[in-house]
């Protein structure tokens, strides 16, 4: 495999299972037909099939499901594939458009509007259920048409992810099977599939072969540790203990969802899709309501607090209005539009548009988006832990020198090496494929006529190092183990020499490890090979065979740095993200690689040290230190939770098995569309393309989608803040209304449309040089500074109609209502673009030309319904033309004032 299934997958097409389990090919019948209708349990069918499959041994399996040895042909399978249907779980079933508009709908504002609509309605006020049904149309609406385009790309972005297993297959043309890639959707019943470490169980299978085969099944069982599987049912180390009644408790059962950890497999599909153990357990569970994230709480915290506010104030100018003006049901309804006004009804279309846009935004720099909300993390991250190899450096390892235990270049070496990569079945690195280049050595080797393989003992992260045992002529068997130096000298009791073979001893480990670190000063990486020949009668091997070898010497290896490392460091050190390295590698490679792309090489802290340091002492070291080597998949994680408990916003970008445990510990887990199965599977990040460049540009972008989110949260806040002390000045001083409840919510309205495009506007370049992290104690700051100012001109605005215009009774309210109608209008749009910026607006910060069109067409449209033919439907009426030059004014003064504290407020807290 070389992705997990993904969670998006489309739904699976479901028939009713009408044959008989037991019945002739009974097995390949329930995997062709039965779609589950319950979590399983002993009773289920697909229990007794996993049942049966695991008490048989796999001739019989093989047979039960019409699946020849050598693996399925294109014809059956495709023949399969038609009646079974594509190897998809459906517990992410996309939703019908009638349930996503319901989706759309379904928020507490839209709830509220609702309801304000609905008291509208059944007190004959026509108007005002027009004006708020449209608001809540709008709000749906586009929510609704924006999810539909972001769940569109999504499955396009997700398109782009790579999802195979390596499964058996006879050609279509004929001859013998071949292992090939295939899309883990075409797997069926009866596909014969390998497995090797890293790779995601794509279905649920019967072991055929294994080979110190550990898989995770946490997902599955809560087993915090991994298990061990077999071929046979029984435990061959503990023959004594049987095993479990229930499937999952099988040592030679394979289940979806699961990993390999360590070893290599071959396996034969039993169940796929729906049909599978996990996919009828997710087909039937309740989704829950899932962790909330930080950014979740924020967004959530900001719209209660104007929920909050607006159920505190509302009453407050029911009450105002109520006893000072005696009209009680005229004072509900205004009530009822301020209470309108509070509302920040476009909230949820907003964050879906601005978080959808930025995943697309994304994609075009190959960053590719698992979780939307991880966009915040990205934009956040102030700590970037990233492994070496491929990251740093070009990922095309080439094999530099092949030499004996003193140095001397040794063709023998290399001939070893060869043999061990080319009979190895597991994960094969880019070592091994450096090694593999030399296909000349297959013909002089002779590897068909003088080699069998006889066992093969896999890589693991403990031992770090793997064997393959191989019969040379038939004569006698030859264990040949490469892999880390250190690893490899504790298994090594001699070495072989040009003179012959002599004692690892005390001086000869001195010169070792000499020549060892003088290879790694050149940036080289080294792995040692060793052997040692076994009797013929000895047929199975396990790591107690790891013992008493003889070093033979090293194959070297160089993966020199990439060009665009050094500016893409810098790039990410300008934006304010620190670079920890975060290798498995030798410490004197790693310091040579940091050294080429001007990362400071401070002491190298190796993971043997990290051992002895407490929490408090690992807190202070991962602060002070950069480099970090020879750590094992724990260490790793362990440096991100101590930089996570330190206050930081961690990411971690890594693409082996080793790397699954820190991706999921950190905040944002970013991998790339290569890796293996499980690191894609805990990251929330993919990158088309292995580059820390492509991931400084993805950082930017991050940051820019979550400002236009800011921007909207903080504009709706201290403008709504500023609206309450208006109304409540004016409700308390006038005889009369300021403004009738329709044109109230005509005005929310005209605004609500200006902020449709704030997702897709521009953002400052200094807004972005810094990480952002999500601070609703700086939102609530923000509305308290700038949410009274427009209240001084709404004042301003009274007194001017009040004094100047003569509106100052009942009989003139209506011109009253109009100028505050204008004005209160023109400066909420003008706060757009007021605030959207800690620049000058229009000089040094310019909108998008799409949000400039909305506010200028907005404000147009709010000066037509004054002075237009539909002023009378609206109860406004003309205002005089001098009355504009005063707007001018009181929108000049405005924009002064706003400005000037925007300037002190940005110098003493900062924008962010």
């Known amino acids: 495999m070389r992705a997990l299934l993904p969670r998006w997958l489309a739904p699976l097409l479901r028939r009713r299972y009408t044959n008989r389990l037991f019945g002739r090919h009974a097995w390949l019948d329930h995997s062709l037909a039965h779609p589950p209708e319950a979590r399983p349990d002993a009773s289920d069918p697909l229990v007794s099939l996993l049942m049966q499959a695991a008490r048989a041994n796999p001739e019989q399996v093989l047979a039960q499901l019409q699946a020849p040895a050598e693996g399925l042909s294109e014809a059956e399978a495709s023949d399969r594939l038609r009646r079974v249907g594509p190897n998809e779980v459906a517990h992410d079933r996309a939703p019908q458009p009638a349930q996503r508009l319901w989706h759309a709908y379904n928020n507490p504002f839209n709830l509220l509007l609702t309801l304000l609509a609905a008291v509208s309605w059944l007190t004959d006020d026509s108007k005002a259920t027009v004006v708020i049904g449209s608001m809540v149309a709008l709000s749906t609406v586009v929510r609704f048409v924006q999810e539909a385009r972001s769940s569109r790309a999504a499955e396009a972005l997700k398109a782009l992810v790579s999802n195979t297993a390596t499964v058996w297959r006879v050609p279509a043309e004929g001859g013998a099977s071949q292992p090939q890639e295939r899309p883990i959707r075409e797997l069926v019943p009866g596909d014969r599939l390998q497995l090797a470490a890293g790779d995601m169980i794509p279905a649920d299978c019967r072991v055929l072969s294994a080979r110190d085969l550990f898989v995770a099944q946490a997902a599955m069982t809560g087993e915090s540790m991994p298990v061990e599987k077999f071929v046979d049912a029984q435990d061959p180390q503990r023959p004594e203990a049987a095993p479990g009644s229930g499937p999952l408790e099988q040592h030679n059962l394979l289940f979806m969802g699961t990993n390999v950890v360590s070893g290599s497999a071959t396996a034969v599909v039993l169940a796929t899709g729906n049909r599978s153990y996990f996919g009828t357990v997710a087909a039937h569970m309740t989704a829950g309501a899932g962790t909330v994230t930080a950014f979740q709480s924020g967004v959530n915290s900001v719209s209660w607090l104007l929920i909050r506010f607006a159920l505190v104030m509302v009453p407050i100018v029911l009450l105002v209005n109520g006893f000072t003006k005696g009209h009680w049901g005229e004072a509900f ?66 094999l530099e020198r092949h030499t004996d235990v003193f140095g001397q270049p040794s063709d023998e070496v290399l001939k070893f090496a060869y043999l061990n990569s080319h009979y190895q079945t597991g994960l094969k690195n880019l070592l091994d494929r450096a090694v593999l280049e030399h296909v000349e050595l297959a013909t002089e080797l ?160 190796l993971g043997s040290e990290l051992d002895s340091l407490d929490d408090a002492a690992l807190a202070a070291c991962v602060e002070q230190r950069q480099l970090f080597a020879k750590l094992t998949p724990l260490h790793k994680e362990r440096i991100v939770r101590a930089l996570r408990r330190n206050g930081h916003v961690v990411g971690f970008m890594g693409d082996g098995i080793n790397d699954a445990p820190a991706l999921r510990a950190a905040d944002i887990g970013i991998s790339v569309d290569s890796a293996v199965d499980i690191a894609k599977e805990a990251a929330d990040i993919i990158l088309l393309e292995k580059s820390l460049m492509v991931l400084q540009i993805g950082v930017l972008e991050g940051r820019r989608t979550f400002c236009n989110l800011l921007k909207y949260l903080r504009m709706t806040a201290s ?39 704030l997702p897709f506007d521009r953002v400052d370049d200094d807004l972005v040089r810094q990480p952002l992290r999500w601070n609703p104690e700086g939102i609530g700051r923000f509305m308290v500074y700038f949410g009274p100012l427009s209240s001084v001109f709404d004042v301003a605005t ?115």
């Open 719 to 757: 403008s709504n803040f500023g609206n309450v002390f208006s109304v409540l000045v004016a409700s308390a001083f006038l005889p009369f209304l300021p403004m009738l409840p329709l044109q109230l919510l005509v005005q929310n309205l005209l605004y609500d449309l200006s902020q449709t495009a």
């Open 333 to 398: 309804l205004f009530a009822m539009s301020v209470a309108v006004g509070l509302t920040p009804e476009m909230l949820p279309m907003i964050v879906t548009t601005t978080l959808a846009k930025g995943a697309v935004m994304l994609s075009r720099r190959q960053v590719i988006v698992k979780r939307l909300d991880a966009i915040q993390n990205f934009g956040a991250m102030n700590v970037l832990c990233t492994d070496k190899t491929g990251t740093l450096t070009q990922d095309r390892i080439v």
């Open 446 to 605: 002779r590897l068909a006529q003088d080699y069998r393989k006889v066992d093969e003992i896999p890589f693991d992260f403990v031992r770090r190092r793997m064997s393959v045992v191989v019969a040379e002529q038939d004569h006698h068997h030859e264990l040949i183990c490469k892999g880390a130096l250190e690893e490899m000298l504790a298994i090594c009791s001699h070495v072989h020499t040009q003179g012959g073979e002599q004692p690892l001893d005390g001086e000869v480990l001195a010169r070792v490890h000499e020549v060892a670190a003088a290879l790694n000063r050149e940036g080289l990486r080294v792995v040692a090979v060793a052997m040692k020949e076994l009797p013929l009668d000895q047929t199975v091997f396990g790591v107690a065979d790891e013992s008493g070898l003889t070093l033979i010497g090293y194959v070297a290896f160089l993966d020199p740095p990439k060009e665009s490392t050094a500016p893409a460091l810098q790039a990410l050190a300008a934006s304010g993200v620190a670079v920890k390295v975060l290798t498995g590698d030798n410490e004197l490679v790693t310091a040579r690689v940091c050294t080429q792309v001007g990362l400071p090489v401070q002491p190298v802290v």
């Open 798 to 912: 009274f007194a001017l109609m009040w004094w100047v215009f003569g509106a100052d009774s009942e009989a003139r309210q209506t011109l009253f209502q109009s100028g505050w109608f204008v004005v209160g209008l023109l400066t909420q749009t003008l706060i757009v673009h007021l605030l959207r910026s800690p620049r000058l607006p229009f000089v040094q910060s310019l909108p998008a030309p799409l949000l400039l069109g909305m506010t200028t067409g907005v404000a147009a449209m709010g000066i037509f319904l004054v002075q237009g033919p539909l002023a009378g439907y609206f109860k406004l009426q003309a205002l005089p033309a001098s009355y504009f030059g005063w707007l001018l004014l009181i929108l000049l003064g405005y924009g002064l004032l706003t400005t000037g504290v925007k300037r002190w407020y940005a110098g003493r807290f900062g924008w962010q």
